[in-house]
């Protein structure tokens, strides 16, 4: 079992910055790929970013490249997203996720553990 979870959501201006945290303990994640996505009200839960359990690939969806960047400490066990420029339509619950049971990153089914989630609201 590993257990996931975020922190460092709030409220931020359109333009702003925020860095999202995911500390995994438990069967620690040190050795899995990590995963982020986020579910804004009344939509599916959708892809943001993932990074490879080396950290040297990582992969990002179109509507948050170039400005969300995913890192990871292997020694504190914890995964980051950077995210800078934010959108009004970055508003949404931040999940990370952990151990890709499948290939296909971007589909929520292919990971197996999940963070409680954390709030992220972008005023215009």
């Known amino acids: 079992q590993v257990q996931l979870e975020e922190s460092g959501g709030g409220l931020v201006q359109a333009g702003g910055s925020l860095r999202l945290s995911c500390a995994a303990s438990g069967r620690t994640g040190s050795s899995y790929a990590m995963g982020w996505f986020r579910q804004a009200p009344g939509k599916e839960r959708e892809f943001v970013g993932y990074i490879s359990w080396s950290g040297g690939n990582t992969y990002y969806a179109d509507s948050v490249k170039g400005r969300f960047t995913i890192s990871r400490d292997y020694a504190k066990n914890t995964v980051y997203l950077q995210m800078n420029s934010l959108k009004f339509e970055d508003t949404a619950v931040y999940y990370c996720?952990?151990?890709?049971?499948?290939?296909?990153?971007?589909?929520?089914?292919?990971?197996?553990?999940w963070g409680q989630g954390t709030q992220v609201t972008v005023s215009s």
């Open positions: 996720a952990s151990e890709l049971r499948f290939s296909r990153v971007v589909d929520s089914s292919s990971w197996t553990y």
